[in-house]
């Protein structure tokens, strides 16, 4: 352990970054996290059992007052004109069957509720684990003629936040028994500790040994994925999951694996279970 | 992808109340001094000029320099003494106009 | 690749300027031009202090996107009230942000928005009234970069 982070220190030393050991740590803001003064968040939770931490928290704990205040007001949280977007596409005709969304899917208040927090699920058809950008395209091949949306374009983030947006508050909860998604953890899990790039730094190093500190001027979450796709100030527009994994594993100077293949696949299964109990947040807002 | 814009005025006061209106607008507002990857300036277009009237009379505006962040949000107040209809309007530099109305019943 | 810790720590810095306004070398607003557009806005009037608030953070976790409010004491009467309030930072590439136009009808000169700040800087912002009389307000917020530059 004590070499580890030795390794750390010199990896971050080298390049001017730092992560503020004893002097500066800040405890994720004890506050509550409350939509439109109705919908209670669950936002810290107990861990689920193999996990390495007691308690998950929502990366919203680690934001500033400002930033949190916008995630509490739907009205004000830039997140939502994605959403607004999404649901306008949900209604839209688009393919050769001339079907939109709602043709087979109705009212996603409803039909859509507890999808958010129960994806990845197991597909058999693929073999594979299957997020909902994942699904949007199956349904759009195979129900709507339509062509499959590219990674972040189109509509797959406003459409996909839609869909997670229905299940605004409810826990996230993974079903692992179903097909080979254990397997899928299991490398996930791997991805999340196997250090990488310039740097040499894993998921874990910040998100689970150093969350709380400081990295530079960063203060170090959990990195839970339940706010995803989230609304990130630093570009003023939603970002999706597989971006931010990428963005990441990016600033780790190391060459980052394409959306939605099998190590970033494993490694959503993975992260996405690391939140288990905690609240759908899309779209979240981050720094 | 332009969305419409996002008003909020609450659907009923009392005469003399001092009501809160929040609006967002989907908008990049470019700056005019980013460049693209080739190094060449992408050209400012930005919201310039936000209107609130209420029954046909200004109640508040804004000249907007792109300072202001995309998606722009402004949140201000209005006193409200008879029902009736307020007008948005943004103004984009291409002399687009983005408008919306909200009606308020005042007692 | 070489970097040293200088050359990097520039060109993460260039980088994340780069994001928000693109050029690295481009001058910037500085305190002396703020004050010129202060001088110029008052015109005759010497701008006092109180009567108007500025509400800022005082750390930005991002400076593409920081909130910021204005509020004038003011009774907002038909005969006296809150013509203007302009904002000007002074350390981004211009030192112009909004001009609220207030009437009696708003009822409270109050407002805020979010701006862009480029770096740690001050931000200003200035009143006037009906009788021409001018007030003034400065915060300073300081303008975090991300943990990895990235």
Same mark, same amino acid.
């Given at each position: 352990?004590?070499?580890?982070?030795?390794?750390?220190?010199?990896?971050?030393?080298?390049?001017?970054?730092?992560?503020?050991?004893?002097?500066?740590?800040?405890?994720?803001?004890?506050?509550?996290?409350?939509?439109?003064?109705?919908?209670?968040?669950?936002?810290?939770?107990?861990?689920?059992?193999?996990?390495?931490?007691?308690?998950?928290?929502?990366?919203?704990?680690?934001?500033?007052?400002?930033?949190?205040?916008?995630?509490?007001?739907?009205?004000?949280?830039?997140?939502?004109?994605?959403?607004?977007?999404?649901?306008?596409?949900?209604?839209?005709?688009?393919?050769?069957?001339?079907?939109?969304?709602?043709?087979?899917?109705?009212?996603?208040?409803?039909?859509?509720?507890?999808?958010?927090?129960?994806?990845?699920?197991?597909?058999?058809?693929?073999?594979?684990?299957?997020?909902?950008?994942?699904?949007?395209?199956?349904?759009?091949?195979?129900?709507?003629?339509?062509?499959?949306?590219?990674?972040?374009?189109?509509?797959?983030?406003?459409?996909?936040?839609?869909?997670?947006?229905?299940?605004?508050?409810?826990?996230?909860?993974?079903?692992?028994?179903?097909?080979?998604?254990?397997?899928?953890?299991?490398?996930?899990?791997?991805?999340?500790?196997?250090?990488?790039?310039?740097?040499?730094?894993?998921?874990?190093?910040?998100?689970?040994?150093?969350?709380?500190?400081?990295?530079?001027?960063?203060?170090?979450?959990?990195?839970?994925?339940?706010?995803?796709?989230?609304?990130?100030?630093?570009?003023?527009?939603?970002?999706?999951?597989?971006?931010?994994?990428?963005?990441?594993?990016?600033?780790?100077?190391?060459?980052?694996?394409?959306?939605?293949?099998?190590?970033?696949?494993?490694?959503?299964?993975?992260?996405?279970?690391?939140?288990?109990?905690?609240?759908?947040?899309?779209?979240?807002?981050?720094? | 992808?332009?969305?419409?814009?996002?008003?909020?005025?609450?659907?009923?006061?009392?005469?003399?109340?001092?009501?809160?209106?929040?609006?967002?607008?989907?908008?990049?507002?470019?700056?005019?001094?980013?460049?693209?990857?080739?190094?060449?300036? $992408?050209?400012?277009? #930005?919201?310039?000029?936000?209107?609130? %009237? &209420?029954?046909?009379? =200004?109640?508040? @505006?804004?000249? $907007?320099?792109?300072? #202001?962040?995309?998606?722009?949000?402004? %949140? &201000?107040?209005?006193? =409200?003494?008879? @029902?009736?209809?307020?007008?948005?309007?943004?103004?984009?530099?291409?002399?687009?106009? &983005?408008?919306?109305?909200?009606?308020? @019943?005042?007692? | 690749?070489?970097?040293?810790?200088?050359?990097?720590?520039?060109?993460?810095?260039?980088?994340?300027?780069?994001?928000?306004?693109?050029?690295?070398?481009?001058?910037?607003?500085?305190?002396?031009?703020?004050?010129?557009?202060?001088?110029?806005?008052?015109?005759?009037?010497?701008?006092?202090?109180?009567?108007?608030?500025?509400?800022?953070?005082?750390?930005?976790?991002?400076?593409?996107?920081?909130?910021?409010?204005?509020?004038?004491?003011?009774?907002?009467?038909?005969?006296?009230?809150?013509?203007?309030?302009?904002?000007?930072?002074?350390?981004?590439?211009?030192?112009?942000?909004?001009?609220?136009?207030?009437?009696?009808?708003?009822?409270?000169?109050?407002?805020?928005?979010?701006?862009?700040?480029?770096?740690?800087?001050?931000?200003?912002?200035?009143?006037?009234?009906?009788?021409?009389?001018?007030?003034?307000?400065?915060?300073?917020?300081?303008?975090?970069?991300?943990?990895?530059?990235?």
């Amino acid at each position: 352990m004590k070499k580890h982070v030795q390794q750390l220190g010199v990896a971050i030393g080298v390049i001017g970054l730092s992560f503020a050991s004893t002097s500066i740590v800040a405890e994720p803001v004890d506050d509550k996290l409350i939509i439109d003064d109705e919908i209670e968040m669950i936002s810290r939770a107990k861990a689920p059992e193999g996990h390495p931490l007691p308690e998950v928290i929502s990366g919203w704990h680690y934001r500033t007052p400002e930033t949190r205040a916008i995630e509490t007001d739907t009205f004000q949280n830039p997140g939502m004109l994605g959403v607004e977007q999404g649901e306008e596409i949900w209604n839209t005709v688009e393919g050769s069957e001339g079907k939109s969304c709602a043709s087979c899917h109705d009212d996603a208040a409803t039909s859509m509720k507890g999808v958010g927090a129960a994806y990845p699920k197991w597909d058999e058809d693929s073999s594979k684990p299957i997020n909902i950008e994942g699904r949007i395209n199956k349904c759009r091949v195979e129900n709507m003629g339509a062509e499959a949306y590219k990674f972040d374009k189109g509509g797959q983030k406003p459409l996909t936040a839609y869909i997670k947006h229905q299940s605004l508050g409810m826990p996230v909860e993974l079903d692992l028994s179903q097909g080979e998604m254990q397997s899928w953890w299991d490398q996930g899990k791997e991805t999340y500790y196997k250090r990488t790039g310039q740097l040499n730094l894993s998921c874990a190093s910040c998100h689970e040994q150093n969350n709380g500190k400081y990295i530079r001027a960063d203060h170090l979450s959990q990195g839970n994925v339940n706010g995803f796709p989230t609304y990130r100030l630093k570009q003023n527009k939603l970002i999706s999951l597989h971006n931010r994994f990428r963005g990441c594993i990016r600033d780790t100077r190391a060459e980052f694996p394409a959306a939605f293949s099998d190590t970033l696949m494993g490694l959503e299964v993975y992260t996405t279970w690391r939140g288990t109990g905690l609240s759908v947040e899309t779209p979240a807002v981050r720094q | 992808m332009a969305s419409k814009p996002r008003v909020k005025v609450p659907k009923s006061a009392s005469a003399g109340d001092i009501i809160t209106i929040k609006t967002l607008l989907s908008h990049t507002m470019e700056s005019g001094i980013r460049k693209d990857k080739d190094g060449n300036v $992408i050209p400012r277009k #930005i919201i310039n000029k936000f209107v609130c %009237e &209420f029954n046909g009379a =200004v109640v508040f @505006s804004c000249d $907007i320099d792109p300072a #202001i962040a995309a998606n722009p949000y402004l %949140e &201000f107040k209005a006193k =409200v003494t008879e @029902s009736g209809t307020f007008k948005f309007m943004w103004t984009d530099d291409d002399g687009t106009v &983005f408008e919306t109305e909200k009606d308020i @019943s005042v007692s | 690749m070489n970097l040293n810790r200088r050359q990097l720590l520039t060109r993460t810095v260039g980088v994340s300027l780069a994001g928000l306004f693109g050029v690295q070398s481009r001058a910037f607003a500085t305190p002396e031009a703020v004050a010129e557009a202060v001088k110029s806005f008052s015109g005759d009037s010497e701008p006092g202090s109180g009567r108007i608030k500025l509400t800022t953070p005082e750390i930005a976790e991002n400076g593409n996107s920081v909130p910021i409010g204005v509020s004038v004491d003011s009774p907002m009467s038909d005969d006296d009230y809150v013509t203007q309030v302009v904002i000007y930072a002074d350390g981004n590439p211009n030192p112009d942000v909004i001009t609220f136009n207030f009437t009696p009808a708003s009822g409270e000169a109050t407002a805020s928005t979010r701006m862009r700040l480029a770096k740690t800087q001050n931000v200003v912002a200035v009143a006037k009234m009906s009788d021409g009389s001018v007030f003034t307000d400065t915060r300073n917020i300081k303008v975090t970069i991300g943990g990895c530059g990235g």
